[in-house]
């Protein structure tokens, strides 16, 4: 016995969604994660702030060789909001290594408007 893989839509309809698709990613109506800046800040952490919940929580300023690591971002810092995935482990995990003077590496992201947001944090013990 084959078995095939069947497809319902006709090639006309096909095409159609294709070309709506690309419309729609163009226009520049899909965000991706692509559209964002990935970029790494290393070295120790010289300062940790707190705000609001969502007004960038906590805030850290890295530097190295009195080079500020977070550069063109708005105030200088990288930082996390409340509802941020993993928010109260990784606030931990910066103060145990700023508490330390251990070296860290920060992945962010920086928006349009020049503000850092952390995504990813190791600490080299």
């Known amino acids: 016995m084959t ?8 090639n006309k309809h096909k095409r159609q969604g294709l070309v709506a698709l690309c419309a729609i990613f163009l226009a520049g109506g ?3 994660a692509a559209s964002a800046q990935w970029l790494l800040a290393t070295g120790r952490i010289s300062a940790a702030n707190l705000s609001y919940a969502e007004n960038q929580a906590f805030r850290i300023n890295i530097y190295t060789n009195e ?5 063109g971002c708005n105030g200088g810092f990288g930082f ?6 993993n928010y109260e482990a990784k606030v931990a995990t910066l103060l145990t290594a700023a508490s330390q ?4 590496e920060v992945s962010y992201t920086k928006d349009s408007s020049g503000w ?3 995504t990813d944090i190791r600490v080299q013990f």
């Not at 080079?67 to 550069?71: E, L, R």
């Open 101 to 104: 003077s251990k070296t860290v």
């Open 67 to 71: 080079v500020n690591q977070f550069p």
């Open 116 to 118: 850092c947001a952390i």
């Open 30 to 32: 899909w965000t991706t």
């Open 3 to 10: 078995f095939t893989k069947r497809c319902f839509l006709s």
């Open 80 to 85: 996390l909001n409340v509802s941020d995935s």
